[in-house]
């Protein structure tokens, strides 16, 4: 049996979106493919350095637990773009 990204949202939202939120943060599922489920840490998560951390013992075991066929939930990591602009800015003062 396929496993859905609604099936996967279920889970999030019930055993993962909450502890989530109580640090103003969130997840949210990039891809599904080839049984590796991609996320990305959204709010106050976004960037944290417990990011890690929280991927592996909670969103993956969580995950993994509920779907033994998923074989690795990798953490995407951006950079926030208002990082960016500030970063430009700087540089180019310097320049």
Do not use: W, Y
Not at 13 to 32: C, F, Y
Not at 71 to 90: C, F, H, T, Y
């Amino acid at each position: 049996m396929e496993i859905t990204i609604q099936q996967i949202e279920a889970i999030l939202d019930t055993k993962v979106r909450p502890a989530l939120a109580e640090h103003n943060g969130d997840v949210m599922i990039q891809s599904l493919e080839d049984h590796v489920l991609k996320v990305r840490l959204t709010g106050k998560c976004s960037g944290c350095p417990a990011a890690h951390s929280t991927n592996e013992e909670l969103i993956t075991a969580e995950v993994q637990s509920a779907f033994p066929s998923i074989q690795d939930v990798i953490l995407v990591e951006e950079i926030n773009p208002e990082l960016i602009d500030m970063a430009r800015k700087i540089l180019n003062h310097k320049i």
